[in-house]
């Protein structure tokens, strides 16, 4: 009875968002007061039902309900409590409910953090993602419900979580990734509400900042925590894979990238206005790809669910009227978008605008890439598959190229910035970045490779211009606390967030090109040397887990004769299934991290395993947590909460003046 | 030419060259590395030459795996159960490689007619067959259904 209130609960959180996606938005256009105030009352009952369902689907799996199909199929009576609570997304159905959930919650944020916005511009907004949420929600219901049942007979026991997810990275991977995803969603929203009322003006740009800074931070958290677990789970030693469904996620973070950068321009300069709304458009069909390519089975990954055309087709159609639709309306309204200033040929202006085609054409490459396999299966029933090899050849100098703006772009000024004042300012900072990108490897790892040269000096290069513009834009204050004082929360989350690029730049190429692994058979007892250390399979045990049974090999690791650490690497058979699978053991460290993966026990007893040594393979992830930090710095910028107590200020006043108006009239 | 004419032109020129040098990048890179996808049927029949680049789907033919003792290497048969590819890979086999499983094998043929497999990719849900196998089955004519990868086992 209890999983059919979740399915009730979802019919009514559709029945609301067929109410948000219309009365508001005609409300609005047709200035109606009561229809335009039904959207947040609306937005808020949506995010009650749909967290009322995805209750019941999470005590569904904690009573072990098996008669309910998803439950059956993604857990088991061993399952750990933390991975019962949690298989609520370890498959399609649940997954999508937690998504759509989000993008309640999103809704409910807008409607909460909105007050500063003209009611008709709210209205548009929340109509719009409720138009979104309704066909979400009908393509669950429609395609995919998770609260069906096996009738009549339901199973004994369930067929378990998949192995792999039994980790803590599936805790937390998925619904950062899916928030951030679903973020641009409110962006989109935000753009679109501004096409529907034709007033593309700064203030849209400034109410959409908060918003796209957030979602940018949170999907580059998602996407970090994703690289990290795939490097310590799967096992391959690899942090980024270049794999179909982890590309869709870095289109859009690219796209959203463009637009962080797209819309301070339109707030602080009037211009790419149409340029920032395509983005904003170009940033939700990315994750709405990443949907469509995760759940429409149509390519090979780890990710992919097991696949149902009729899905494919539904997620297509939503996906073709998302995109067709808003495109349609872009187009209709973009003659309305007139630039307020010009700007000259070397100004802040246009190195943003560099940074944005330099993000766009990496995104459009990684597209292509991606997509490219099932464009040639549909026109020449050939398989195909587009190696890392592809990527990295496209990517790499792209972001190169990116890398080096990133140090000119803050320098400079809007509207006009002299090459002369550019030369002065960084011909020193290129001369020392050259230096210590060539001094940098030698000195930390005592090994010369061209390639990583090239890298240091691009992060020494991001690094010293930031030290330089904060210095530079103190240099006139009276003392130093005033000049830290007086830059803005924003240009401190601009600056942390090019500093996380830096770290993210040093290790993934230091990991890259100085990283040493060894595939090697051991005896108990015997031991092997890679780079500078020494590994020594010191026996193995049999172990007992909750749901799992395996063994464990001990290694101990010395460096110099001196004991670094003790690395218990295990293989796991999963009861339920029979499932066998390979934990890693990591001594993750600031400067290296020790990585051993175990194969398989040979009848003699030795066993046969992968041991790698990682310099600097933290920092990448570092690197993003300073980015996302420094995206969430720069959207708690005071300037939009001034503005926010002045607008509020402003319409007080203006009401108190309508209403003694009113009495005068009466009077 | 007026001077806004003329800065809007320079951003035209800009964004088209921008574009011009990534499409050829692009197009280059892609036509390298492409990797074209074979079954064991096509395989047998000579339709690969040595040393290309391609990759093979088919299962694990069931008795045929054997693994050297003081070594990671290990041989294996790739079949569609019409025609098999002997395979040879050296390293650590992923967790869900099993004799009777569809895997996909990435590498060249050597000229004795061993496939050289620089990569073995085993899909981690077992009730799941990727693409590449099933159209490898399919197209050998083998009913997939009674080879479909058994839940549980």
């Given amino acids: 009875?209890?999983?059919?209130?979740?399915?009730?609960?979802?019919?009514?959180?559709?029945?609301?968002?067929?109410?948000?996606?219309?009365?508001?938005?005609?409300?609005?256009?047709?200035?109606?007061?009561?229809?335009?105030?039904?959207?947040?009352?609306?937005?808020?009952g949506i995010f009650v039902f749909l967290g009322i369902s995805i209750s019941i689907l999470a005590y569904a799996f904690v009573t072990d309900d098996f008669s309910v199909s998803f439950v059956a199929l993604h857990s088991n009576t061993l399952l750990p409590m933390r991975y019962k609570l949690t298989a609520v997304w370890g498959g399609h159905e649940?997954?999508?409910?937690?998504?759509?959930?989000?993008?309640?919650?999103?809704?409910?944020?807008v409607g909460i953090y909105s007050k500063s916005m003209p009611l008709e511009f709210v209205s548009r907004v929340l109509g719009v993602l409720g138009i979104l949420i309704f066909s979400y929600i009908l393509f669950m219901l429609a395609t995919s419900n998770p609260f069906d049942r096996i009738v009549p007979l339901p199973p004994a026991d369930g067929a378990d979580l998949n192995s792999a997810l039994q980790d803590f990275g599936f805790i937390i991977h998925p619904p950062t990734l899916y928030m951030g995803y679903v973020g641009f969603s409110v962006v989109f929203a935000f753009a679109i509400a501004a096409l529907l009322s034709g007033r593309m003006d700064a203030a849209w740009a400034r109410w959409s900042r908060p918003w796209a800074n957030v979602s940018w931070a949170i999907l580059t958290i998602g996407i970090a925590l994703g690289s990290w677990w795939a490097y310590y789970e799967l096992g391959w030693g690899g942090w980024w894979a270049w794999d179909p469904v982890e590309n869709p996620p870095l289109i859009t973070w690219l796209f959203g990238t463009a637009l962080i950068h797209s819309l301070a321009v339109t707030e602080k300069r009037g211009v790419f206005k149409s340029w920032t709304v395509l983005l904003a458009i170009l940033a939700f069909s990315g994750s709405l790809l990443g949907t469509f390519i995760t759940r429409s089975g149509l390519l090979t990954?780890?990710?992919?669910?097991?696949?149902?055309?009729?899905?494919?087709?539904?997620?297509?159609?939503?996906?073709?009227?998302?995109?067709?639709?808003?495109?349609?309306?872009?187009?209709?309204?973009?003659?309305?978008?007139?630039?307020?200033?010009?700007?000259?040929?070397?100004?802040?202006?246009?190195?943003?605008?560099?940074?944005n085609v330099i993000l766009v054409v990496s995104a459009a490459s990684v597209f292509l890439g991606t997509l490219f396999p099932m464009v040639y299966q549909a026109i020449t029933d050939d398989?195909?598959?587009?190696?890392?090899?592809?990527?990295?050849?496209?990517?790499?100098?792209?972001?190169?190229?990116?890398?080096?703006?990133?140090?000119?772009?803050?320098?400079?000024?809007?509207?006009r910035t002299s090459i002369s004042y550019l030369v002065a300012q960084l011909s020193k900072v290129l001369a020392a970045s050259i230096g210590l990108g060539i001094l940098l490897p030698l000195i930390v790892l005592m090994e010369f490779s061209l390639a990583a040269t090239v890298t240091m000096i691009l992060a020494s290069w991001i690094l010293l211009t930031i030290g330089k513009d904060i210095s530079s834009k103190i240099a006139n204050k009276r003392s130093l606390a005033a000049g830290f004082k007086s830059l803005s929360l924003s240009y401190y989350g601009m600056q942390l967030a090019h500093f996380g690029i830096a770290l993210m730049l040093v290790g993934a190429s230091l990991t890259s090109?100085?990283?040493?692994?060894?595939?090697?058979?051991?005896?108990?007892?015997?031991?092997?040397?890679?780079?500078?250390?020494?590994?020594?399979?010191e026996g193995s045990s049999r172990i007992e887990g909750p749901n799992y049974v395996g063994e464990e090999a001990e290694i101990t690791v010395?460096?110099?004769?001196?004991?670094?650490?003790?690395?218990?690497?295990?293989?796991?058979?999963?009861?339920?299934?029979?499932?066998?699978?390979?934990?890693?053991?990591?001594?993750?460290?600031?400067?290296?991290?020790?990585?051993?993966?175990?194969?398989?026990?040979?009848?003699?007893?030795?066993?046969?395993?992968?041991?790698?040594?990682?310099?600097?393979?933290?920092?990448?992830?570092?690197?993003?947590?300073?980015?996302?930090?420094?995206?969430?710095?720069?959207?708690?910028?005071?300037?939009?909460?001034?503005?926010?107590?002045?607008?509020?200020?402003?319409?007080?006043?203006?009401?108190?003046?309508?209403?003694?108006?009113?009495l005068q009239a009466a009077s | 030419m007026r001077p806004h004419r003329r800065k809007r032109l320079g951003i035209i020129l800009f964004i088209a060259?921008?574009?011009?040098?990534?499409?050829?990048?692009?197009?280059?890179?892609?036509?390298?590395?492409?990797?074209?996808?074979?079954?064991?049927?096509?395989?047998?029949?000579?339709?690969?030459?040595?040393?290309?680049?391609?990759?093979?789907?088919?299962m694990v033919r069931e008795g045929s795996v054997v693994s050297a003792d003081d070594s990671l290497a290990v041989e294996f048969v790739a079949t569609d159960y019409v025609h098999d590819v002997p395979i040879f890979h050296e390293g650590i086999l992923p967790d869900l490689f099993r004799e009777g499983q569809g895997i996909v094998v990435e590498g060249s043929l050597d000229t004795a007619g061993v496939f050289q497999a620089?990569?073995?990719?085993?899909?981690?849900?077992?009730?799941?067959?990727?693409?590449?196998?099933?159209?490898?089955?399919?197209?050998?004519?083998?009913?997939?259904?009674?080879?479909?990868?058994?839940?549980?086992?």
């Fill in chain 2, 118 to 153: 620089s990569r073995v990719l085993a899909k981690h849900d077992e009730n799941y067959m990727s693409p590449e196998v099933k159209a490898a089955l399919d197209a050998a004519g083998a009913s997939s259904e009674s080879h479909q990868m058994q839940p549980g086992t």
């Fill in chain 1, 558 to 662: 010395m460096r110099d004769g001196d004991m670094v650490t003790d690395l218990h690497p295990e293989r796991r058979i999963y009861v339920a299934t029979g499932t066998p699978s390979t934990e890693m053991a990591i001594d993750a460290g600031f400067l290296r991290d020790l990585f051993v993966t175990l194969g398989e026990q040979k009848p003699d007893g030795a066993w046969s395993m992968t041991i790698y040594v990682k310099p600097f393979i933290r920092w990448i992830w570092l690197g993003a947590i300073f980015m996302a930090f420094g995206g969430t710095l720069a959207a708690g910028d005071k300037r939009y909460r001034r503005l926010r107590a002045r607008q509020l200020e402003k319409a007080k006043r203006s009401a108190i003046l309508s209403a003694s108006g009113e």
């Fill in chain 1, 513 to 537: 090109y100085f990283s040493v692994e060894r595939g090697v058979l051991l005896s108990p007892g015997e031991s092997v040397d890679l780079g500078a250390y020494n590994f020594t399979l």
């Fill in chain 2, 17 to 58: 060259t921008g574009l011009s040098v990534a499409i050829g990048l692009t197009l280059y890179a892609l036509s390298q590395n492409i990797d074209l996808f074979y079954t064991p049927t096509q395989v047998a029949q000579g339709e690969v030459a040595a040393g290309q680049r391609i990759r093979i789907g088919g």
């Fill in chain 1, 94 to 109: 649940g997954s999508f409910l937690l998504w759509t959930f989000m993008l309640a919650g999103w809704m409910l944020a």
């Fill in chain 1, 383 to 415: 398989l195909i598959s587009i190696g890392p090899p592809y990527f990295n050849t496209i990517f790499v100098p792209l972001m190169m190229l990116l890398f080096v703006f990133i140090g000119i772009g803050p320098m400079s000024r809007w509207k």
């Fill in chain 1, 1 to 44: 009875m209890i999983p059919e209130l979740g399915s009730f609960s979802l019919i009514l959180a559709l029945c609301l968002s067929v109410l948000l996606g219309t009365l508001p938005i005609i409300g609005a256009h047709t200035n109606n007061q009561i229809w335009m105030n039904l959207a947040r009352p609306l937005a808020a």
């Fill in chain 1, 301 to 355: 990954s780890v990710h992919a669910f097991a696949s149902d055309p009729s899905r494919g087709f539904f997620i297509l159609g939503i996906l073709g009227i998302a995109i067709g639709g808003s495109l349609l309306l872009y187009a209709l309204r973009a003659p309305l978008m007139k630039a307020d200033f010009g700007f000259d040929l070397t100004s802040r202006e246009l190195f943003l605008l560099a940074n």
